[in-house]
């Protein structure tokens, strides 16, 4: 079996379980699309079905999918969960990323 294409840290699964069990939803959907000060931004969304291509990763009950083509710009990444003075949020340590803006919600490769 091969290394997944994505992970989840413990902090990103616990918290996502947490949302999905509040929101009564089954996934969370990571995506890319164009936009952003850098060229690309990530979306997450909470939806009810998966698409058949979709990649699916599970982790200490949260769920999340991601299409084939946003699977070519987070290839490697792990999704993590930040909690600080100015915020929480999550957050996707990319290696394929060679630029990102201040915020670090859009990025270009």
């Known amino acids: 079996m091969s290394e997944p294409s994505i992970t989840l840290s413990e902090r990103a699964a616990k918290r996502i379980a947490q949302i ?32 058949p291509d979709d990649l699916m990763i599970e982790r200490d009950g949260a769920r999340v999918v991601v299409d084939p083509i946003s699977l070519g710009f987070v290839r490697g990444s ?11 949020q999550f ?19």
């Open 91 to 109: 957050k996707i340590n990319n290696p394929n990323v060679s630029a990102s803006c201040g915020c670090g919600t859009s990025f270009s490769i």
């Open 20 to 51: 999905l069990q509040a929101e009564h939803a089954p996934l969370m959907r990571v995506s890319v699309e164009g936009g952003g000060c850098s060229g690309f931004q990530y979306r997450f969304d909470l939806v009810q079905d998966r698409a």
């Open 78 to 88: 792990e999704i993590d969960f930040v909690d600080e003075l100015i915020g929480a």
